[in-house]
């Protein structure tokens, strides 16, 4: 039998059914929550967590940025992810980290506002249905958010709104997901994924001033490519380089190394996973299930 769901609440294990909110919320109202997203992957009979320590810090970060005290600190937040993980007798989940404004009254100001802080985990799988043959993508019509308007390096609610009508954009063409670009017309990412070039045995990934949010599992593919011997140059790049790359794909916790075949109906190289996708794409997979120890630290097994 399944065991028994609960989602952690405010320091307590909440049934998963009774986790709920008033309509009239102000993080349901005005986008003002913030999240994380981190991923456990079955590494025998038990979980690992990947990155644990990195994701909870980007989640306090982003607490910052906002100005929202959680109340928890990085050792309470961690302990709870993985009380949670324990509870719930995961062998692999999303784990999904929020802070919301607990509070009904009708108003933008956040001050005197109780701040909820609440962990979900739950399992999951593919994110992207046809990652295994690669997906298509168009360039989206609707630029990135940049930090004059909302913080891209925040986790924020808000900041998927611009994400969803890029998404919204790109499947009602037909294409899987959209690619925006910054308001100067550089490429800087997906709506919930960061992206990679490869042309001429080199990789190639937009930087900070992108507008990315700073993604954990680009940090990752850097590293893993580096240590592979592969140059990884971080800069602006034009549109027009992704339709000439040789090979393309997306990362990220939920993307995981999702492979792009496709952009704005030109086929990206042979139009299958090439090889530098492929041979990344399964060392993230050893890593994160714990066989590679290379990086043994980014693994926390529960
Ligand atoms: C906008 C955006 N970019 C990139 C990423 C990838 O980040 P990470 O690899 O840390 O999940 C995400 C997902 O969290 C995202 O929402």
Redesign the pocket.
Known sequence: MAAKQYIWLNGKFTDFGNAKVHILTHSLQYGSGIFE?IRAYQSGSRAAVFRLGDHVKRFINTAKIYSMDLGYSEKELTDAIIGLIRKNRLQQCYIRPFAYYDDTRIGLSTEGKKISVAIAAIPFGNYFQNKGKGISCKISSWKRINSEILPPHA?ASGNYRN?ILASQEAKASGADEAIMLTTNGYVA??????IFFARDGKLMTPPASSD??M????DTIIKIAEEKGFIVEEREMHREELYIADELFF????AELTPIVKVDGKKIGSGKTGPVTKLLSDALTELVTGKDTAFHDWVTLV
């Open positions: 997203g986790k994400s990412e997906g709506p919930g994924e960061n990315i949010l993604g954990i599992t680009r990362t990220g916790t939920a």
